[in-house]
């Protein structure tokens, strides 16, 4: 029949585009063929946006596609800013959407020195933040960690200055080169974002992922870091962080050992602990946690984007 047959050719057709197309991939850059004057650049093309979505606790791969390097380019996002770093396609950089970042349209900037004409040149671009929902879990804990003795207090206090010193870390340098992995292989037990009480009483939402594993299941580097603290901490317990550069710090918690030292250089897969069950737990798990330029995203928003594509060596 000749309907069919011609319904046959443009799915064929379809299907064929398909498959030029990159599925999942982050889109790629077309290599000109000789460089394109600066004033034939749309200003929207200039810039693409890559994230599972834009929500809270969520990541924004922020692609450069304009001639300029990576060094000459400033970006600014809800009065944080940040670096752009050189990939195989182009500069890239990388910001987070916190879970108190205020929902709706938000005006991302990127500055760029030497643009069209030789002036410089500011780049906008309204990003839409939608709302998302974050389950509540109840949980029940020692109560040493709920109601805090005066020793306690003071600990936590003095912890929280070296956690809040690795956190704000901007390192210029990109350690990790490739994709980011899961530290633990299994389910998520606790997801990022969750509203927690314990013993019945609300704090602060949980800003990791738990991972479930059993004690003594080595927890691997997400990539290639640096370790800048490590340590016994109160609600942490033995806990390792990595600074990934250019604002990207993940921590490992509640490990049972750790066998990497602050100013390790550790590759992507290697073993930095142990998990364990020290710290504020319920049982034996692997909390992870990432932080992007001080904000608190979702450790999985990294490992689900296609950064082996983005950053692949050319
Ligand atoms: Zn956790």
Redesign the pocket.
């Known amino acids: 029949m000749i309907a069919g047959q011609k319904s046959r050719t443009a799915l064929a057709g379809i299907v064929a585009l398909a498959l030029l197309a990159p599925v999942g991939a982050l889109p790629t850059v077309e290599p000109a063929a000789e460089p394109a004057p600066e004033t034939a650049a749309e200003p929207a093309s200039l810039a693409r946006f890559e994230a599972r979505q834009f929500a809270p606790g969520e990541v924004v791969v922020v692609r450069w596609n304009g001639p300029q390097p990576a060094g000459s380019l400033e970006g600014r996002f809800l009065g944080r800013e940040f670096r752009f770093f050189e990939t195989n396609a182009g500069a890239a950089g990388m910001i987070g959407i916190d879970l108190d970042d205020p929902l709706g349209p938000a005006t991302l900037a990127i500055h760029c020195e030497n643009g069209a004409g030789g002036k410089d040149l500011v780049f906008t671009k309204k990003l839409a933040i939608v709302d998302k929902e974050f389950p509540t879990q109840e949980l029940t804990v020692e109560s040493k960690y709920v109601e805090l003795s005066p020793e306690n207090q003071k600990r936590t206090k003095e912890e929280g200055v070296l956690i809040r010193k690795a956190f704000v870390r901007n390192t210029p340098h990109r350690y990790f080169r490739e994709g980011f992995q899961s530290p633990v292989p299994g389910a998520q037990s606790?997801r990022f974002g969750e509203r927690r009480v314990f013993n019945g009483v609300p704090k602060s939402p949980?800003t990791?992922?738990?991972l479930r594993a059993q004690t003594g299941t080595p927890v691997l580097a997400t990539a290639e870091g640096v370790v800048i603290e490590t340590g016994d901490f109160f609600y942490l317990g033995n806990v390792v962080f990595l600074d990934h550069g250019y604002g990207l710090i993940s921590y490992y918690?509640h490990l049972s050992e750790i066998l990497v030292s602050e100013g390790d250089i550790v590759s992507g897969g290697q073993i930095l602990g142990k998990v364990g069950a020290t710290g504020r737990v319920t049982g034996p798990?692997l909390?992870w946690g990432v932080k992007l330029r001080d904000t608190r995203v979702d450790p999985f928003a990294l490992v689900e984007l296609d950064f082996d594509a983005l950053l692949a060596a050319p």
């Open positions: 606790g949980h990791g992922a738990d918690a798990h909390h």
